[in-house]
């Protein structure tokens, strides 16, 4: 799928937001991709998980797992579109575990997939579970890369898009210097 149709998607539905927002992983930027309006319209959720799947479609996948909230769909429909089962984590007590009965057998081949990855932080705590069950991470899959190419999972990396996007430490944050206002449109509660 090309960028620039992958860009007209974003756009469309609103997902690409300008401001001064306050990342999951604590460091502030003028742009945030807010997924979940990605989400609410199963056809371009479907056509953007069709094309992550067709990146491993020649590895044995058994399972495919991503982090809540923002990942929750996306491994659904990748989960579909590869034909297998599909879970999430979750966080409990401020852990990324799995929950609801959900689990990893010995051995399953596990495919790790997140909406948008700035720091990988997310996606690193569920390639633990998985390792903790046994389980051998494949992959891991990407809506939007957002690391600037600084990520590393140790395994196959593939976004669907890979965007520039600046950040910053808080306290080197140029745009918490001109006074504009903070806003924290993700899942994840840092206090």
Known sequence: MEKEKVLEILRKTGAMLEGHFLLTSGRHSDRYIQCARVFQYPLYCEMLSRH?????KGEKIDVVVGPAIGGIVFAYEVGKELGVRSIFAERENGIMTLRRGFE??????????????????????VIQIVKDYGGNVIG???LVDRSNGEVNFGVKFVPVIVLDVKSYEAQNCPLCKQGLPLVKPGSRNLR
């Open 52 to 56: 992550l799947a067709d990146s491993f």
């Open 104 to 125: 990893i057998k010995e051995g399953e081949n596990v495919l790790v997939v997140e909406d948008v990855t700035t720091t990988g932080g997310s996606v690193k705590e």
């Open 140 to 142: 891991v899959g990407s």
